[in-house]
């Protein structure tokens, strides 16, 4: 069974969701990641906070080690509300494209969250040309989302519905870790 492992990276966001499952556990009570299980990890998904946040020299720098230091990862993913995307326009598709990131799974939680995901869409395609991308569309965004621009940039991304959880269960196979040190 593939081990997954949600990597907690940091925990700066602009966003303060009254149902983020951030809210439903204390940050310092995480298991930190080991050593141990990096090296028995197949998949990697980069959370927080806001990942991309980080310095972009930081957390581009941290995906590459994290990649040349274990490589039995065979998929790392970032998460994110999109507002950052922009920002990383200039080192994010070089890393898609050296295979260090396989996708990004863009959750927007608000207008500007929206707008900033459909003009890294319409301008910087190449963010998406990763293996696997998801939208997570919550049921009170459709309204918002528009799947004519999705299909227009020509990217695989697939578009999931998404309710808020109020308890966030981890699956067996998979842990939810964090770094010693936040970014």
């Given at each position: 069974?593939?081990?997954?492992?949600?990597?907690?990276?940091?925990?700066?966001?602009?966003?303060?969701?009254?149902?983020?499952?951030?809210?439903?556990?204390?940050?310092?009570?995480?298991?930190?990641?080991?050593?141990?299980?990096?090296?028995?990890?197949?998949?990697?998904?980069?959370t927080g906070g806001e990942p991309l946040s980080i310095?972009?020299?930081?957390?581009?720098?941290?995906?590459?080690?994290?990649?040349?230091?274990?490589?039995?990862?065979?998929?790392?993913?970032?998460?994110?509300?999109?507002?950052?995307?922009?920002?990383?326009?200039?080192?994010?598709?070089?890393?898609?494209?050296?295979?260090?990131?396989?996708?990004?799974?863009?959750?927007?939680?608000?207008?500007?969250?929206?707008?900033?995901?459909?003009?890294?869409?319409?301008?910087?395609?190449?963010?998406?040309?990763?293996?696997?991308?998801?939208?997570?569309?919550?049921?009170?965004?459709?309204?918002?989302?528009?799947?004519?621009?999705?299909?227009?940039?020509?990217?695989?991304?697939?578009?999931?519905?998404?309710?808020?959880?109020?308890?966030?269960?981890?699956?067996?196979?998979?842990?939810?870790?964090?770094?010693?040190?936040?970014?």
């Open positions: 069974m593939e081990t997954i492992l949600h990597l907690f990276i940091t925990n700066k966001c602009r966003h303060d969701c009254p149902l983020c499952c951030n809210k439903l556990y204390v940050i310092d009570e995480i298991p930190v990641v080991t050593v141990e299980l990096l090296k028995k990890a197949d998949t990697v998904c980069l310095h972009p020299h930081l957390i581009n720098r941290f995906i590459r080690n994290l990649r040349n230091q274990y490589p039995n990862i065979k998929n790392l993913y970032i998460y994110t509300s999109g507002f950052e995307l922009l920002t990383c326009h200039l080192w994010l598709p070089d890393c898609i494209r050296d295979g260090f990131v396989n996708g990004i799974n863009v959750a927007p939680k608000d207008m500007n969250d929206w707008h900033i995901f459909y003009k890294t869409l319409s301008t910087c395609p190449e963010m998406f040309a990763g293996q696997s991308n998801r939208l997570y569309v919550f049921d009170d965004q459709r309204i918002k989302f528009n799947d004519t621009a999705v299909s227009a940039a020509g990217v695989l991304i697939q578009v999931l519905g998404r309710k808020w959880d109020r308890e966030f269960n981890t699956p067996e196979n998979e842990y939810f870790v964090r770094l010693p040190i936040l970014f």
